[in-house]
């Protein structure tokens, strides 16, 4: 899979933000509420305009107090419509704004966890994280503020240019001679903008990854004395960025300057030019005060939309990246009409010569012709060297990947035959290094098992020989345990990654044996509760402890992909072939972690 094309000439036009308007629908009364509150404030800045002349024209130039009262009562209605209407309207669409938003990073961060682990190969999760966070703040703004100054600046406009035309048609023409030479820079600079913005988002991303990467290793950063390194290496993705958001900044700052100057300078020469027909009788001062507010009401207009116009822009390329990511289609889908398993099944596994090869290692058969069965209850030892296929078993049996030749059964049904979600409900995974939540021990336990009730928790805990050392802690299963279970010692976070299993109670469980060292107690409390748990179930096991491999039902030697050899611990080391070799490595070093 490849990683997403962010090259300017792949770039797609304004209308990549129609996909965002889709989750505007569901709300759209809400949407609709906020028009009609656009139209009234509109509407009503302006009648502010006919009010200013009617004051002037009527009231002060007629010298007549009770005009100028009934005009001035007429303004502060305007007014008080005006505040209402912008109350509501400011409401309704930010309110909008934020449920959009909100569903956006619902759908994209769900749309996310179901992507195979191939996406992730090649796609760093800073930079994903990054379109959940940023890009989606660019959505907000746009549909939560932009979109509504958009709006309301073009009815503006277009009243204020109709009005134009009817208080005084000469004028009117000497501003139209300055629309193109507000449109034309808009356009030109609009085009950089639009190039430094989505640059700009691509730097943040980096800066997002490079923190992201570093801060969940932060632990090797220090042992390493790498802290000044890595905060030079962050600080110079920070003064790209900032290199490249100064570029943006500059383009938008000379299209909003450039056109405030061509704008008002249209409108200084419209009132010096109206002031000597005011002189000469051709028009009243109140006509003339209507049409410089008119007149400044349509360039303000002009010169936000200006402003406006570069939201959009950064907006099309936030755009542009979420709605690739959701395109995004995961490698391995739920086929059409999917078989099932049996209600109780037995856990017998299959492998078929299967061949393989990792996305990002195409040169590399990660497993070669391969073919084991596994009778139902059976444990298995797989060991073999690093890079003999061993895990590659694993991730094709959850069906993280489907192999290019061959068939995995699993109670004799192909599993490329069956939903995936279902398929993996039946299966426990350990893994080396068991994931720790930042929640509580409970929550932690109760992943295996969501519905799973307290008691239920509690003596897959038991059973798991966690207990204990559980209600130790200062909130027994209410500890919060912190990013990556930091609170707890490697053989406890074990012990709780086997209460889970436990907790799911699955007929086939997959387990990769950590291969740190623990002291004599914690060992032999974490082989308490591994025997437990292998209890009654199919069992692969990546061994890394001589114990483990010696109480297996078989042994399986895996190397380059293939499996080499098959039997028990004594016929192995009888054999005096790989196993026996890496057996040799364990015996001589003293270690429990040479089988693997």
Known sequence: MQRTDTSDSKRPPISALKHVFRFVAPYRWMAVGATVALVVTSGAMLMIGQAIRRVIDAGFGAGNGDYLDLYFGALFGVVVILAFGTFARFYCVTWVGERVVADIRKAVYGH????????????????????????????????????????RNMLLFLGSAGLLIVTSPRLTLLVALVIPLVVLPIIV????????????????????????????????????????????????????????AVRRIRARAWLTALVMLLVFGAVNAVMWIGGKAVFAGEMSAGELSAFVFYAIIG??????????????????????????LLATEPLIRAPAEPQQLPAQPSGRLQFGAVRFHYPARPQTAALDDLSLDIDAGETVAIVGPSGAGKTTLFQLLLRFYDPESGAIRFDGIDIAQLDPVS???????????????????????????????????????????????????PQGYDTYLGE?????????????????????????????????????????????????????????????????????????????????????????????????????????????????
């Not at 966890?113 to 191939?118: E, T």
């Not at 360039?299 to 979420?322: F, H, I």
Request: aromatic residues 4%; proline residues 2%; charged residues 25%.
């Open 189 to 244: 600079l609009g085009r950089r903008l639009r190039k430094l913005s989505r640059e700009s988002q691509d730097r943040i991303a980096d800066l997002s990854a490079r923190a992201g990467e570093t801060l969940n290793a932060i632990t090797t950063v220090q042992a390493y004395t790498y802290e000044f390194r890595e905060g030079e290496r962050f600080g110079q993705h920070a003064e790209d960025a900032f290199r490249t």
């Open 299 to 324: 360039a303000s207009s002009v010169g936000s939309l200006s402003e406006t116009w570069g939201d959009v822009q950064r907006a099309a390329g936030a755009a542009e990246r979420l709605m690739q």
């Open 423 to 473: 398929l993996r409900q039946h299966i426990g995974l350990v893994a080396q290094e068991p994931v720790i939540f930042g929640a509580t021990v409970a929550e932690n336990i109760r992943y295996g098992r969501p519905e799973a009730s307290d008691t239920d928790v509690q003596a897959a805990a038991e059973a798991a020989a966690a207990h204990g050392f559980i209600q130790a802690l």
């Open 484 to 596: 990556r279970g930091v609170r707890l010692s490697g053989g406890q976070r074990q012990r709780i990654a086997i209460a889970r299993a436990l907790l799911r109670d699955p007929p086939v469980l997959l387990l990769d044996e950590a291969t740190s060292s623990l002291d004599a107690e914690s060992e032999r409390k974490l082989q308490t509760a591994l025997e437990r748990l292998m209890q009654g179930r199919t069992t692969l096991v990546i061994a890394h402890r001589l114990a483990t491999v010696q109480k297996a039902d078989r042994i399986v030697v895996m190397d380059a992909g293939r499996i080499v050899a098959s039997g028990r611990h004594d016929s192995l080391m009888a054999e005096d072939g790989l196993y026996a070799r890496l057996a040799r490595l364990q015996f001589m070093s003293g270690k429990t972690d040479a089988a693997a």
């Open 112 to 151: 996310v966890m179901k992507l195979s682990p191939a996406f992730f190969e090649t796609t760093r999760s800073g930079e994903v994280l990054s379109r959940l966070t940023t890009d989606t703040e660019l959505i907000q703004t746009l549909v939560g503020s932009s979109i509504s100054v958009a709006l």
